[in-house]
């Protein structure tokens, strides 16, 4: 009955997007991804009453119920962080609880809240980022991988532009890639730099810049040579977007895409044949908890 329901409760916009129920609350700059054909969301910042708030909330979508789960919270909040999946189980590490930097292992430095990143093999890279969320001028260079089996920490050539932070990154294979994000030059200022990072090499590679400046992208390989990028905030003029490209690593090259259905820094998940868009951060002092889906195939065309 309650699957039912929440089925009835979609539509299909023109573009091909599918509005699913809401998320459980608003939220943005949470860990997520998918683990065992379901979509998951952990922690995340979201307002009220002109307060941030960091969660400690674990929130689980079940596609074939076409429902919102709520499954056991975390020890402590967390935001900002580094995620990706191995053996199939969505891990993180990094980011923020809210008052200070959460360390996978004490050696691990303080700047890894807002770094690019992802899991590669057993080894959680970490580029970039701040030792304060809402401090920029601590931004960084540096780039290192911790071992989640083991918890070594092994230093990586510097990032090789400006310090940066709030840049998407995306996995495939060996490599990281990562698009956009924002500098510290007296105030904040956007990048459309792009580059790759290969764990098995150590080099970096200059990538085609971004079509545009932004920050808080999102990244999600669809394919083994195609990224979806999307979302972000470009400038305080037009602010938050819901612009869509694909990236193609064999042509270095950026076409248009179906856009977002909302304008926001929203969540990305890919999870069996859907691309899922969710939450995210639509307006300053502002958090979502609009959730929708498309085929991937649709983005693909």
Not at 59 to 67: A, G, I, S
């Amino acid at each position: 009955m309650l699957s039912a329901l929440a089925a009835a409760s979609t539509s299909l916009a023109a573009d091909g997007w599918q509005r699913l129920p809401p998320m459980p609350e608003p939220s943005g700059g949470f860990v997520c991804g998918e683990e065992g054909g379901k979509v998951v969301v952990i922690g995340g910042t979201n307002w009220r009453n002109d307060v941030k708030h960091f969660l400690a909330s674990r929130h689980v979508f079940d596609p074939e119920k076409m429902v919102w789960e709520k499954a056991p919270a975390l020890p402590e909040p967390i935001a900002y962080a580094v995620s990706g999946t191995t053996s199939g189980k969505l891990i993180w590490a990094g980011g923020t609880n809210g008052e200070r930097s959460v360390r996978r292992v004490a050696s691990m430095p303080a700047e890894v809240i807002l770094c690019a990143g992802g899991v590669i093999g057993d080894e959680i890279v970490f580029v970039g980022g701040t030792d304060d969320a809402a401090d920029l001028t601590h931004l960084t260079r540096a780039a290192f991988a911790v071992n989640v089996t083991t918890n070594a920490m092994t230093k990586l050539p510097d990032f090789p532009s400006k310090a940066f932070g709030i840049a998407a990154s995306a996995v495939l294979g060996d490599r990281l890639f990562i698009f956009g994000g924002a500098n510290w030059n007296g105030n904040v200022v956007n990048a459309a730099d792009a580059y790759s990072f290969s764990l098995a090499s150590r080099e970096w590679r200059k990538l085609k810049p971004f079509p545009f400046a932004a920050r808080g992208l999102n990244a999600v390989p669809l394919t083994d040579t195609l990224i979806y990028l999307a979302g972000g905030y470009k400038n305080d003029a037009e602010e938050f977007s819901d612009e869509a490209f694909l990236y193609d690593i064999a042509g270095d090259g950026y076409t248009p895409a179906p856009r977002l259905p909302y304008r926001a820094m929203a969540g990305l998940v890919k999870c069996g044949d859907f691309l899922y868009c969710f939450g995210g951060e639509d307006r300053k002092k502002s958090r979502t908890d609009q959730c929708w889906r498309i085929r991937v195939a649709e983005l693909l065309r």
